[in-house]
């Protein structure tokens, strides 16, 4: 952790007292299925709807200037919805690559995926291959998509790589940091995300980002994520604006 020698405030160069534009934003897209149950509609709908404001809300995060945006899609803890509702959620994720891969690649896009891939049917698995590989050199908003993620799983899986180093003599336990059990999670190179945005009025983290949440500002809207568009958002971001973020510390004005 850098300290900055006079002062031993936690290095300013992460935005001590907060305020400005947040460099990543992860969002909890919920309440697919209460738009589409307040309108009478099948559950399905709702995340149709869903994926329409995801583009809405990718396009605001550029011109907003925000580099990292962070969507949580599909939790590993979903595969126990009904088989219906889970096909057509892994038919509209194959349908968002096929339609929008090449308009992000465009726009400079640079996608990433995390979560667990193991498992996953081979045709989805080659469609987050392809989308990553080709905008691997993509140098605008880096789009993570969190698809099968759940944080628990992301780090039993970091553990278990880190168990077989020490195990196989590669790494010492004492080079087990913070900085290296970052770089074994599927986020690895990513920043932490600075605000974490959950829609529909749920007060939870639903297994996100656990690790990487650890000083992370929270905003809860009471939007459903179809309905979230560049105005609720901009409502998140105003309010991560006034935030103070102190990390440990103390702010600038010793308080
Ligand atoms: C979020 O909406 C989308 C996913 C979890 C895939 P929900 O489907 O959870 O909608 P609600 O919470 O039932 O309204
Ligand atoms: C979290 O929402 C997962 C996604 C948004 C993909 P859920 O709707 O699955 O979370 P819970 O079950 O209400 O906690
Ligand atoms: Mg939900």
């Known amino acids: 952790m850098t300290r900055s020698p006079d002062t031993g405030f936690h290095d300013p160069g992460l935005a001590l007292g907060g305020g400005g534009v947040p460099r990543h934003v992860a969002i909890i897209m919920d309440g697919n299925g209460r738009w589409a149950k307040a309108r009478g509609l099948p559950r399905t709908d709702g995340h149709r709807h ?14 907003r200037g925000i580099d990292y945006l962070t969507v949580f899609s599909f939790s590993s803890e979903n595969w126990s919805r009904p088989p219906a509702e889970v096909s057509f959620l892994m038919g509209l ?39 990553e590989t080709l905008t691997r050199n993509n140098s605008g908003l880096t789009l993570i998509v969190a698809f099968n993620y759940g944080a628990r799983d992301e780090l039993v ?5 880190i168990a077989g180093e020490v195990a196989a003599g ?22 932490d995300p600075d605000l974490i945005i959950r829609t529909s009025g749920e007060l939870r983290l639903s297994n996100f980002l656990l690790w990487q949440a650890a000083y992370a500002e929270f905003f ?13 958002f901009d409502a998140a971001l105003s309010a991560y604006a006034a935030r103070e973020r102190r990390f440990g510390g103390l702010t600038a004005a010793g308080r």
């Not at 193991?118 to 698995?125: A, M, V």
């Not at 899986?157 to 790589?161: C, E, H, L, S």
């Not at 590669?170 to 290296?180: F, G, H, N």
């Open 50 to 63: 869903g994926l329409d404001a995801l583009r809405g809300v990718i396009r605001h995060a550029g011109e």
């Open 157 to 161: 899986r970091a553990m278990r790589r």
């Open 170 to 191: 590669t790494l010492a336990p004492e080079a087990v940091t913070d900085q290296l059990v970052s770089s074994r999670l599927d986020t690895a190179g990513i920043p």
């Open 220 to 232: 809860f809207s009471p939007v459903l994520w179809p309905d979230f568009d560049a105005a609720a």
């Open 93 to 131: 994720l194959r349908r968002f690559v096929q339609r929008d891969l090449s308009e992000l690649h465009q726009a400079n896009v640079r996608v990433r995926i995390i979560g667990e891939r193991e498992g996953l049917e081979p045709g989805i698995r080659g469609l987050l291959e392809e989308s």
